[in-house]
Nanobody, 114 residues
Framework: QVRLVESGGGLVQPGGSLRLSCAASGFTFSNYVMSWYRQAPGKEREYVASITGSSLNINYADSVKGRFTISRDNAKNTVYLQMNSLKPDDTAVYYC???????WGQGTQVTVSS
């Protein structure tokens, strides 16, 4: 049974940082691209970042480039999203996704507000 469990969300002031984690199980984690997406209220879910199994290829949406960093630890079956210089526009539910049959996690709320 595939499980993706996100954690690390919360309330942070503009300019602050958060680190999201996504713990995976039920598939061979190191073989698959992992991605982060987000969905703000009233908006469609949008791509944030992705990383290949070997971590050799990493991509970001233009809106987060230079502020967010995706990484993974294959020994821990976990993918991370380090978010710095957060803005109110980054407020959303953040989801991780595996390329293994396109499973999604349940999401974690990130709110950027003063």
């Amino acid at each position: 049974q595939v499980r993706l469990v996100e954690s690390g969300g919360g309330l942070v002031q503009p300019g602050g940082s958060l680190r999201l984690s996504c713990a995976a199980s039920g598939f061979t984690f190191s073989n698959y691209v992992m991605s982060w997406y987000r969905q703000a209220p009233g908006k469609e879910r949008e791509y944030v970042a992705s990383i290949t199994g070997s971590s050799l290829n990493i991509n970001y949406a233009d809106s987060v480039k230079g502020r967010f960093t995706i990484s993974r630890d294959n020994a821990k079956n976990t993918v991370y999203l380090q978010m710095n210089s957060l803005k109110p526009d980054d407020t959303a539910v953040y989801y991780c996704k595996t390329a293994y049959n396109s499973y999604w996690g349940q999401g974690t709320q990130v709110t950027v507000s003063s």
